[in-house]
């Protein structure tokens, strides 16, 4: 799992990982999150149950991995 790095609130913007290429990096907590689902598209998602609760799989992607300086891609990771 990624290792988190904290922002000034808590809330971390970047997220230390590996990426698939084995290099490291950090990936973005916007892109590790995903895009926001209107209500439409959380419905038409599959659906299972994770402890009991309703769990909403939107499957795995790839989101870039990132060099320290923010901008430079050097990988990719897999979220699945």
């Known amino acids: 799992a990624p290792a988190r790095i904290a922002s000034g609130?808590?809330?971390p913007d970047l997220i230390a990982t590996r990426a698939s290429n084995g290099k490291l990096g950090y990936i973005t907590k916007s892109d590790f999150l995903g895009p926001?689902?209107?209500?439409?598209?959380?419905?038409?998602?599959?659906?299972g149950t994770q402890?009991?609760?309703?769990s909403f799989n939107t499957g795995p992607r790839t989101v870039p991995v990132y060099a320290a300086?923010?901008?430079?891609?050097?990988?990719?990771?897999?979220k699945h």
């Open 9 to 11: 609130n808590g809330s």
């Open 36 to 47: 926001a689902l209107t209500l439409d598209q959380v419905r038409q998602l599959p659906q």
């Open 51 to 54: 402890d009991g609760q309703p």
């Open 69 to 78: 300086d923010g901008t430079t891609v050097i990988g990719e990771f897999q």
